[in-house]
Nanobody, 125 residues
């Protein structure tokens, strides 16, 4: 599975961005998808994830209520709508995929097998 993330950019605090991640594989609908981010000097961390059916979503506490993950299996694409952005949201955002996935592992970065190249989000104060 090849993943291509896009949609990053520079935005003022309080603004919004929508990230997209396009997958190459036809069986995209069988994969759980996640978004992770890595700020300068920090480890990569979980942001949000969605089950293959789109019926279950998971969020880091730091983005809950501000970010929303969704997917369009017909277009092999997953989205991350980011609202009320804060300077601390500044990071490179990566999309990732894995086959299947149980609820207890959806936030676990080690369980994701396929990774996109990342897209930079910069939030100015």
């Amino acid at each position: 599975v090849q993943l291509q993330a896009s949609g990053g950019g520079l935005v003022q605090a309080g603004g919004s961005l929508r990230l997209s991640c396009a997958a190459s594989r036809r069986t995209f609908s069988n994969y759980a998808m996640g978004w992770f981010r890595q700020a300068p000097g920090k480890e990569r961390e979980f942001v949000a994830a969605i089950r293959w059916s789109g019926g279950s979503t998971y969020y880091a506490d730091s983005v809950k209520g501000r970010f929303a993950i969704s997917r369009d299996n017909a277009k092999n694409t997953v989205f991350l709508q980011m609202n009320s952005l804060k300077p601390e949201d500044t990071a490179v955002y990566y999309c990732a995929a894995k086959s299947g996935g149980i609820s207890s592992t959806m936030r676990d970065i080690k369980t994701y097998v396929y990774w996109g190249q990342g897209t930079l989000v910069t939030v100015s104060s």
